[in-house]
């Protein structure tokens, strides 16, 4: 059974720092990893998705690297703001496209001023 | 991108009565969503895949005559709460497959007193 654990739990920087997030997960077949942004009481905000043939994903301040025989993947946020203050969750998919994902708890991250 | 809404977007019910929630795919057509429940500071942990007329899939421990889900067309799929408890209280996000993504919903904060 797939487990995906993310460390820290939370983490709180002070605004400017850079910062890595870390995913780890048990079952190395999958078929994607997604990085996701949850704001209090709010959905999921997509940020990244990385294939399994991938090794790593860009966005703006964001990077996300997948290992996948070693079952990790991080989240590397560059000069952090107040506004990057939220969950993170890591989640991967199985079965192909249409499978569902499975979670990690997130991390929480608190970037102050 | 593609648009997933939920209505409502939250709700509160008395101990005992039911609860619809709508998931609905705007802009896209999906034969396959999934509803994920989130309970404060845990993860989102899948309650039941939903496929476009058939029956859904309920993953273990999920009370398939409490939770019932009926994906009547390809841009909607409901899960209806019965004989709500206060255990059931929790945020409900549902998610649809578009081609090879898979767009979530903002969520349904539900409240049972």
């Known amino acids: 059974k797939q487990e995906v654990t993310q460390i820290p739990a939370a983490l709180s920087v002070p605004e400017g720092e850079n910062l890595v997030l870390n995913c780890s997960f048990t079952d190395s077949a999958i078929y994607n990893l997604q990085w996701f942004r949850q704001d209090p009481g709010k959905g999921l905000t997509s940020l990244l998705l990385i294939q399994s043939s991938q090794r790593e994903q860009t966005s703006g301040r964001l990077n996300a690297s997948l290992d996948k025989s070693s079952g990790r993947s991080t989240l590397y946020i560059a000069a952090s703001q107040p506004g990057d203050s939220a969950t993170y969750l890591c989640?991967?998919?199985?079965?192909?496209?249409?499978?569902?994902?499975?979670f990690g708890k997130g991390t929480k991250l608190s970037v102050k001023p | 991108g593609a648009v997933v809404s939920q209505h409502p977007s939250w709700v509160i019910c008395k101990s005992g009565t039911s609860v619809k929630i709508e998931c609905r795919s705007l802009d896209f057509q999906a034969t396959t969503m999934f509803w994920y429940r989130q309970f404060p500071k845990q993860s989102l942990m899948l309650m039941a895949t939903s496929n476009e007329g058939s029956k859904a899939t309920y993953e273990q421990g999920v009370e398939k005559d409490k939770f019932l889900i009926n994906h009547a067309s390809l841009t909607l799929s409901t899960l209806t709460v019965t004989s709500a408890h206060p255990e059931d209280s929790s945020f409900y996000i549902c998610?649809?497959?578009?081609?090879?993504?898979?767009?979530f919903g903002p969520g349904t904060r539900l409240t049972v007193t």
């Open positions: 989640a991967v998919q199985h079965g192909g496209s249409q499978g569902n994902l499975i």
């Open positions: 998610s649809a497959i578009g081609g090879n993504e898979q767009y």
